[in-house]
């Protein structure tokens, strides 16, 4: 991983917690008060970042001279969304909801002033996705996939997720694996990021992406009287478990290991509904 991404992420974290605490002390004085507070902050993330993005062009030895100066001044003040930023922290009716809003707009501010400075930078191809600690099961599947610099930042809130610029050919020699990412983590670490079933069905081999996608078509069925967790995600026929001979229902690797009579048998049951491939 390049010394200047990581220190770049660092630097990130270290302004949103800063940023957090310093918003959390005046939203209670005054809306401007609290603006005026959150744009420094956001101004901040944003002049950061591009002088970050030229560093990790210099260490990649791509000449890190733009075709336009990015104006840092423009991104600030207007939420993510595309409106008002201080209607935005009005909305906040908790303190968890006004913490999610400022953590999430400060690293929305960041990502958007290296998409902007990608686009002055016609000589890099795209970005790669950098994944960071605390990330998700949705995020950690695509740690270092490659984009093309015009392609959009998926992320969620709170993401903290950042852009290296990169080359396409260059951009495996640093892209950040998922399966590296996912043994670096404690068990217990495994089991909140991707649940404690699907952190062993990854363990016991099955595929990182699989797990985390079946997800999204999980539902609850009835088998032989007793309720299982399906899904129907991967089961078209250009789908993964498609493509193996899974037809309708699914099972989710909770209900695998649940209905398991061994580890060799769990391992049979994740390769029949192609979470092992």
Same mark, same amino acid.
């Given at each position: 991983? +390049?010394?200047?991404?990581?220190?770049?992420?660092?630097?990130?974290?270290?302004?949103?917690?800063?940023?957090?605490?310093?918003?959390?002390?005046?939203?209670?004085?005054?809306?401007?008060?609290?603006?005026?507070?959150?744009? @420094?902050?956001?101004?901040?993330?944003?002049?950061?970042?591009?002088?970050?993005?030229?560093?990790?062009?210099?260490?990649?030895?791509?000449?890190?001279?733009?075709?336009?100066?990015?104006?840092?001044?423009?991104?600030?003040?207007?939420?993510?969304? /595309?409106?008002?930023?201080?209607?935005?922290?009005?909305?906040?009716? !908790?303190?968890?909801?006004?913490?999610?809003?400022?953590? !999430?707009?400060?690293?929305?501010?960041?990502?958007?002033?290296?998409?902007?400075? +990608?686009?002055?930078?016609?000589?890099? !191809?795209?970005?790669?996705?950098?994944?960071?600690?605390?990330?998700?099961?949705?995020?950690?599947?695509?740690?270092?996939?490659?984009?093309?610099?015009?392609? /959009?930042?998926?992320?969620?809130?709170?993401?903290?997720?950042?852009?290296?610029?990169?080359?396409?050919?260059?951009?495996?020699?640093?892209?950040?694996?998922?399966?590296?990412?996912?043994?670096?983590?404690? @068990?217990?670490?495994?089991?909140?990021?991707?649940?404690?079933?699907?952190?062993?069905?990854?363990?016991?081999?099955?595929?990182? @992406?699989?797990?985390?996608?079946?997800?999204?078509?999980?539902?609850?069925?009835?088998?032989?009287?007793?309720?299982?967790?399906? !899904?129907?995600? /991967?089961?078209?026929?250009?789908?993964?478990?498609?493509?193996?001979?899974?037809?309708?229902?699914?099972?989710?690797?909770?209900?695998?290991?649940?209905?398991?009579?061994?580890?060799?048998?769990?391992?049979?049951?994740?390769?029949?509904?192609?979470?092992?491939?």
């Amino acid at each position: 991983m +390049l010394s200047s991404a990581v220190e770049h992420y660092a630097t990130q974290a270290r302004i949103t917690a800063l940023g957090l605490l310093a918003a959390r002390r005046v939203r209670d004085e005054s809306p401007d008060r609290l603006l005026a507070i959150m744009i @420094g902050l956001q101004l901040a993330a944003a002049t950061e970042t591009l002088a970050a993005f030229e560093a990790m062009l210099a260490e990649q030895g791509i000449d890190p001279s733009p075709a336009a100066e990015v104006r840092p001044e423009a991104l600030v003040g207007v939420a993510s969304d /595309g409106r008002d930023l201080g209607s935005l922290l009005q909305l906040a009716a !908790t303190a968890a909801q006004f913490d999610m809003i400022v953590e !999430t707009q400060l690293q929305d501010v960041a990502r958007q002033a290296a998409a902007v400075s +990608l686009g002055t930078h016609p000589q890099v !191809t795209g970005y790669v996705r950098m994944v960071n600690p605390g990330a998700c099961g949705r995020c950690v599947i695509l740690a270092g996939r490659w984009y093309r610099w015009s392609d /959009g930042f998926q992320r969620h809130p709170r993401c903290a997720c950042r852009h290296i610029p990169a080359m396409e050919d260059a951009a495996g020699d640093f892209r950040t694996d998922p399966r590296e990412y996912f043994d670096s983590l404690t @068990g217990a670490e495994q089991d909140a990021t991707f649940g404690k079933a699907g952190a062993e069905a990854i363990r016991l081999g099955a595929d990182m @992406g699989q797990v985390v996608n079946a997800r999204r078509g999980m539902s609850t069925a009835q088998v032989s009287a007793r309720s299982v967790l399906v !899904t129907s995600e /991967g089961t078209s026929r250009a789908g993964v478990a498609g493509r193996s001979g899974v037809r309708g229902a699914r099972l989710m690797p909770e209900s695998i290991l649940a209905s398991a009579t061994s580890r060799d048998d769990a391992v049979r049951l994740l390769r029949e509904y192609a979470y092992i491939t």
